[in-house]
């Protein structure tokens, strides 16, 4: 009897203790929580095979959907940012160059979702602009020069518990600066050289495999922010209702991934999770465009997109279970305009993709094309070995000196050339390195994917880059 009674208070006294806790109704609107890395490739993390020490993601992919077919109309910080946060590409918004602002009535997060009820935060890095086009609640920059986690995760906190306290339901963005160059924190003892994998497209010399590991420090010290941020969801009992999107940001810095339009550059990685509403340790290959992110998050929040005016398709459907595919091709654009000491090199590329094939245009091939990363490999291309100490780019030029071998000298021109077109097969050559834009058995892709391509953008006003890329120099 006595042991009856007290089985019976307990659970009067768990009744009562769990009316005190604030636990989401399940009608309640889900709360989202947005964690973006800076210039990471997602060939470097965990769940898609990569070199890089991720437990907190890989469980995430675990948790949630891991989408394997993600792009960005532009592998720069600005543009990338804008057309995520505003579901609109980067020729409607004109946030193509580095360092850009969207044009006048650019909408974004805040605008679909504050009026749900939502709280809309930003914390860290921004790169976007005018203010009206993004007017979060600002929870001001995180440290570039130091392990900024602490700061973000008490910031984040404050953000959610205040959303809390009100039965708000809260979009926070933490924008951290892990992985962008110059790379100050992380263990860097876990990535010793001897450890550093050297894919294809690649030299590994002993500072590209020296900077891959510091930058591969920061992507993990990325990962242990993840972990906390989800300890703070469970601390607060908001766990279950909250839906987490991590996403790489383009590729990182190193030659072929940031500033242009190859896979390495364009592809990001994505996880999505939401206890009971998407399905654990699932993968989706639906081409998904970074514009499809808002409307989705919308259609997460309980809005309706056609109100608004996206690029971008919502994929919510498919993050949920189904299987649909929404595009069928994934396009790209580069533009010199505004990066560090190439602001006026005029050399704009364009490119699409489908789910197997990569057509990438570059009308000013007989030039050449550079980033602040390339240009000390430019120099000592053209005059020699001019400086005690090369980058990692130069180091690639000084190693095709002592090894002159095909397969060194072919990375190190494609440096700063290319080829007018170029298709590449990812199936059979995933760091497209073979062209085969002359390949007779692959002439009726070539046409197919060229006048995709001419149609976009003939759309857009950009049938003539080079003109455009006037434009921005002017502009800018």
Known sequence: MKSCLLFLCS???????????????????????????DDIDKSSLGPWGGQAHTPHIDQLAIDGVRLDSVYANVAMCAPFRQEFFSGQCAWRTGAMPNHSKSVAGTKSL???????????????????????????????????????NDDAVIRAETYIQKAVRAKAPFCLVVASNDGHGPYTHGDRSRYSSDTIQTPHDALG??????????????????????????????????????LIVFCSEQGNAFPFSKWTCFDSGLAVGMIAAFPKVIPAGTQKNNMTWIADIAPTLLEAAGGDADEWTFDGISQWANWTGGDTDVHHYAFGAFTNCNILDNKKRNYPIRSIRNDRYTLIWSPQYQDITSNVTLTQALRWTADGETDKYPDVAASWVQQSHKEPDAHNKALVHRLHHRPEWAL?????????????????????????????????????????PVATEKAFIQKH
Do not use: M
């Open 205 to 242: 010399t002993s500072q590209y495999k020296q900077q891959l590991g510091a930058h591969l420090a920061e992507v993990t010290n990325l990962d242990a922010l993840l972990g906390r941020l989800r300890e703070i969801l469970e601390n607060e009992n908001v766990a279950q209702n909250t």
């Open 110 to 148: 805040p605008h679909y979702l504050q009026p749900l009820g939502y709280h809309v935060g930003l914390l860290g890095k921004k790169h976007i602009g005018p203010r009206d086009a993004y007017p979060f609640d600002d929870l001001g920059d995180l440290p570039k020069d130091r392990d900024a």
């Open 11 to 37: 659970i009067v006294c768990t009744l009562l203790l769990g009316s005190l806790l604030p636990v989401a109704d399940a009608a309640d609107p889900p709360n989202i929580l947005i964690l973006l890395g």
């Open 424 to 464: 590449y097969d990812r199936k059979t050559d995933p760091h497209e390195l073979q062209n085969l834009a002359e390949s007779t058995g692959e002439k009726q892709t070539f046409q197919k994917l060229q006048k995709a391509l001419r149609n976009w953008l003939e759309r857009w006003d950009d049938s003539d």
